[in-house]
């Protein structure tokens, strides 16, 4: 029904047909102004209605209703109106289960484009339900669905503790001179403070702040902890160094992801009628934060970088690429994926359960291994090259912790996702680093 149509008679019309069909599944479309009215509030609460969000349109009107009244809702998939009659039966079955496996899908719909036969549809629909019987789905009561009659959410004092350590963890990331036990008391007990009034008053802004907060300093965290502990920085370094602190700092990408992941644990980011709000800032921001780190914390000085035309195209192009992926994230953008990009994606996600993202396996993490063999052998040399490898290899790990921010995405897929990701891009970092070494050994002829 769409409520933002509908006058005072419309309203009585819409109940009185409500209540001759004692629907148990509801979708309201409706627009952030609309009030809705009493009779109607209380018609759902009464009749214990599951209500329905599309996924990727307005959710508002359901997000009012839920802060009035106790229902369950779910997620429903539903085929764009310009993509009816457009996918291949193979197309759909692959959407519907990726839908369902990936994105906390409660209820598919699969809409019949009045050119095809009837006996095509059904052929396809059983091949959807035989292909979403492996994911656990399958027909049943709309109060059975996926999301309908739960209420998940992580008890207040892990949600509480979590927040305190990333206070804490804040202040001697990016505050490490500072060794005042007292300090560390006095902001342990402010941090608890602060979280827990926030918990009480604003819970969902609370958890999107601490999410937030962790996605910012955990890369910040691994900058630092790679730079004092890798095992490309020791003098017993070994040639396979790089690939070693790849695989541990992606672990530990992977471990604050989890961390965040349980701080919106909740049904409503679960079934993304929430979601997490900082995304784009937490691609980006950390990388400001660890170019700060870079230039004054550490060896590479800005001095020492002797800038000429190649190297200001290369900046340009690095900030280039970073404006692209920023503006390319999220769900909705005007800079759409081509048609071989998008064939890639489908094979991937045809060979592989869960497909990985590009800015891991193909950029990240090959830079990254570049980034650990130069910064490892070289204190005063290839300071510019360190600097960009560093930058876009850190995109990889700060790609890894977004992942597990999609909280309607189950932790199994996003695992599996990352793991696949640094399954390639050490492929591929392997044949990054030949190049590297290819290339060192032509600079050392021309220099010696």
Same mark, same amino acid.
């Given at each position: 029904?769409?409520?933002?149509?509908?006058?005072?008679?419309?309203?009585?019309?819409?109940?009185?047909?409500?209540?001759?069909?004692?629907?148990?599944?509801?979708?309201?479309?409706?627009?952030?102004?609309?009030?809705?009215?009493?009779?109607?509030?209380?018609?759902?609460?009464?009749?214990?209605?599951?209500? /329905?969000?599309? !996924?990727? &349109?307005?959710?508002?009107? @359901?997000?009012?209703?839920?802060?009035?009244?106790? +229902? =369950?809702? #779910? *997620?429903?998939?539903?085929?764009?109106?310009?993509?009816?009659?457009?996918?291949?039966?193979?197309?759909?079955?692959?959407?519907?289960?990726?839908?369902?496996?990936?994105?906390?899908? /409660?209820?598919? !719909?699969? &809409?019949?484009?009045?050119? @095809?036969?009837?006996?095509?549809?059904?052929?396809? +629909? =059983?091949? #959807? *339900?035989?292909?979403?019987?492996?994911?656990?789905?399958?027909?049943?009561?709309?109060?059975?669905?996926?999301?309908?009659?739960?209420?998940?959410?992580?008890?207040?004092?892990?949600?509480?503790?979590?927040?305190?350590?990333?206070?804490?963890?804040?202040?001697?990331?990016?505050?490490?001179?500072?060794?005042?036990?007292?300090?560390?008391?006095?902001?342990?007990?402010?941090?608890?403070?602060?979280?827990?009034?926030?918990?009480?008053?604003?819970?969902?802004?609370?958890?999107?702040?601490?999410?937030?907060?962790?996605?910012?300093?955990?890369?910040?965290?691994?900058?630092?902890?790679?730079?004092?502990?890798?095992?490309?920085?020791?003098?017993?370094?070994?040639?396979?160094?790089?690939?070693?602190?790849?695989?541990?700092?992606?672990?530990?990408?992977?471990?604050?992801?989890?961390?965040?992941?349980?701080?919106?644990?909740?049904?409503?980011?679960?079934?993304?009628?929430?979601?997490?709000?900082?995304?784009?800032?937490?691609?980006?921001?950390?990388?400001?934060?660890?170019?700060?780190?870079?230039?004054?914390?550490?060896?590479?000085?800005?001095?020492?970088?002797?800038?000429?035309?190649?190297?200001?195209?290369?900046?340009?192009?690095?900030?280039?690429?970073?404006?692209?992926?920023?503006?390319?994230?999220?769900?909705?953008?005007?800079?759409?994926?081509?048609?071989?990009?998008?064939?890639?994606?489908?094979?991937?996600?045809?060979?592989?359960?869960?497909?990985?993202?590009?800015?891991?396996?193909?950029?990240?993490?090959?830079?990254?291994?570049?980034?650990?063999?130069?910064?490892?052998?070289?204190?005063?040399?290839?300071?510019?090259?360190?600097?960009?490898?560093?930058?876009?290899?850190?995109?990889?790990?700060?790609?890894?912790?977004?992942?597990?921010?999609?909280?309607?995405?189950?932790?199994?897929?996003?695992?599996?996702?990352?793991?696949?990701?640094?399954?390639?891009?050490?492929?591929?970092?392997?044949?990054?680093?030949?190049?590297?070494?290819?290339?060192?050994?032509?600079?050392?002829?021309?220099?010696?």
């Amino acid at each position: 029904m769409n409520i933002q149509l509908a006058g005072e008679d419309g309203y009585n019309k819409i109940l009185d047909h409500l209540k001759a069909l004692e629907p148990a599944f509801v979708i309201l479309r409706g627009v952030r102004e609309v009030t809705l009215p009493p009779d109607l509030l209380t018609w759902l609460d009464e009749n214990e209605v599951v209500l /329905g969000t599309v !996924e990727f &349109r307005g959710r508002e009107t @359901t997000q009012k209703l839920l802060e009035e009244k106790d +229902l =369950n809702w #779910i *997620r429903l998939h539903r085929v764009f109106d310009k993509e009816v009659g457009t996918l291949t039966p193979v197309e759909k079955e692959a959407r519907y289960e990726r839908a369902v496996r990936e994105r906390n899908i /409660g209820l598919i !719909e699969y &809409r019949l484009p009045l050119n @095809t036969e009837l006996s095509t549809h059904v052929n396809v +629909l =059983n091949s #959807i *339900r035989n292909g979403l019987a492996g994911s656990g789905y399958r027909l049943g009561p709309i109060d059975e669905a996926r999301g309908a009659g739960t209420d998940l959410e992580s008890p207040l004092w892990l949600t509480l503790a979590l927040i305190v350590s990333i206070s804490v963890l804040a202040l001697r990331g990016l505050w490490p001179d500072r060794e005042s036990f007292y300090l560390l008391v006095f902001w342990t007990f402010v941090s608890a403070a602060i979280g827990f009034i926030g918990l009480k008053l604003y819970p969902t802004l609370a958890r999107q702040v601490a999410a937030l907060g962790l996605a910012v300093i955990a890369p910040v965290i691994g900058y630092r902890s790679v730079r004092e502990y890798g095992f490309s920085f020791t003098d017993d370094r070994s040639p396979v160094s790089p690939f070693l602190d790849l695989i541990w700092l992606s672990g530990l990408s992977t471990f604050a992801g989890l961390v965040i992941s349980s701080l919106l644990l909740d049904q409503s980011f679960v079934l993304k009628l929430h979601q997490f709000r900082g995304v784009k800032v937490s691609l980006f921001f950390p990388l400001i934060l660890i170019l700060l780190f870079a230039l004054y914390r550490d060896r590479i000085r800005i001095s020492e970088i002797e800038l000429d035309f190649k190297k200001g195209f290369i900046g340009a192009a690095l900030l280039g690429l970073f404006l692209f992926l920023l503006l390319r994230s999220g769900n909705f953008t005007f800079l759409r994926s081509g048609d071989l990009e998008e064939a890639i994606r489908r094979w991937l996600e045809n060979a592989l359960y869960a497909r990985p993202r590009f800015k891991e396996f193909v950029i990240g993490h090959p830079a990254l291994i570049g980034w650990f063999y130069l910064a490892g052998r070289y204190v005063k040399k290839f300071q510019f090259c360190k600097l960009a490898l560093l930058l876009v290899g850190f995109m990889g790990q700060i790609s890894i912790i977004n992942t597990f921010a999609h909280v309607h995405t189950p932790v199994i897929i996003s695992l599996i996702r990352t793991g696949n990701g640094l399954a390639g891009g050490l492929i591929l970092g392997a044949i990054f680093l030949a190049v590297i070494l290819g290339g060192e050994y032509v600079w050392n002829l021309r220099k010696g």
